[in-house]
């Protein structure tokens, strides 16, 4: 099969197998959510992540980014740094950690008192092939827009020597996001869709990662697409997309939404890949 034969398609298989039919380097962005600690046997099958990490290096593009949305167990009181070893994993077969990102849960669930404080977040790890190619930061509103500052200074991030200096003066207007997002979880109603999946995240998430790592007409690939909600917001932004599962069942929830999903613009479909 050529590349144009998977895209814009939910397929049901392994992702590894599934991945290693892909061409190198046709992926512009990978964004997706692994089975957690307890979920590493999911609906009975097994999770490779040294298959997933070197498959995903060899479908990226130069500069393009895997989001990788995961969160740790505590097993037998400890907390199990699953989430680290992978991240380190990622670096050992090339990637770069570019931004280690929070998704803190505005209404996360209550937990019974274990003598730890309730859990809120999950990890975001972002890795970059390379230097990372395409950036397009969400900006929020300076707190102090148009202030004219007195002396106030700001730290000089250089290579050299850290200096401090008056900058900025007034405020501006508006400022990059800082890397911890909240999301209220699973109250939305197009997050409510995916409520036979155990475990999707928020159909924000997804948007804001896919605006900022990648351009209309890029291709986006969740490797463990689960209920769709990649894929279903990479249709509405105007992305092409590929999704693997390999659970049948969760397959029929993701063609269910990413078919009810519309484009938030009418973007012309571009010719990705030649034809063989």
Request: net charge positive.
């Amino acid at each position: 099969m050529s590349m144009n034969e998977y895209v814009n398609k939910i397929i049901n298989g392994d992702c590894v197998s599934v991945m290693k039919s892909f061409d190198a380097q046709s992926i512009d962005l990978i964004v997706t959510s692994p089975p957690y600690d307890n979920l590493r046997e999911y609906k009975g099958y097994e999770f490779n992540i040294d298959g997933i990490a070197k498959e995903s290096y060899r479908l990226l593009k130069d500069g393009g980014v895997v989001v990788w949305v995961i969160g740790d167990a505590t097993i037998n009181g400890s907390e199990t740094g699953t989430s680290f070893k992978q991240a380190i994993h990622f670096m050992k077969v090339g990637f770069n950690l570019h931004d280690t990102m929070i998704f803190r849960k505005k209404n996360p669930i209550p937990q019974i008192y274990r003598k730890r404080y309730n859990n809120e977040f999950e990890y975001m790890f972002v890795f970059s092939k390379g230097p990372v190619k395409t950036h397009n930061p969400i900006m929020v509103d300076c707190l102090h827009a148009g202030l004219e500052l007195g002396n106030t200074t700001y730290k000089n991030y250089s290579k050299g020597v850290q200096t401090r200096k008056k900058i900025a003066n007034p405020v501006k207007s508006q400022k990059i996001k800082g890397n911890i997002w909240e999301y209220v979880v699973g109250k939305n109603k197009e997050d409510q869709e995916a409520k036979g999946h155990p475990a999707p995240f928020p159909c924000q998430l997804a948007e804001d990662h896919i605006f900022s790592w990648s351009n209309p007409g890029d291709v986006i690939l969740d490797p463990m697409c689960g209920s769709g909600t990649t894929c279903k917001v990479a249709k509405q932004m105007g992305r092409q997309f590929i999704g693997i599962e390999i659970s049948p069942e969760y397959c029929d929830l993701a063609r269910s939404r990413v078919d009810a999903t519309r484009h938030m613009e009418e973007v012309e479909p571009l010719p990705l890949f030649a034809k063989k």
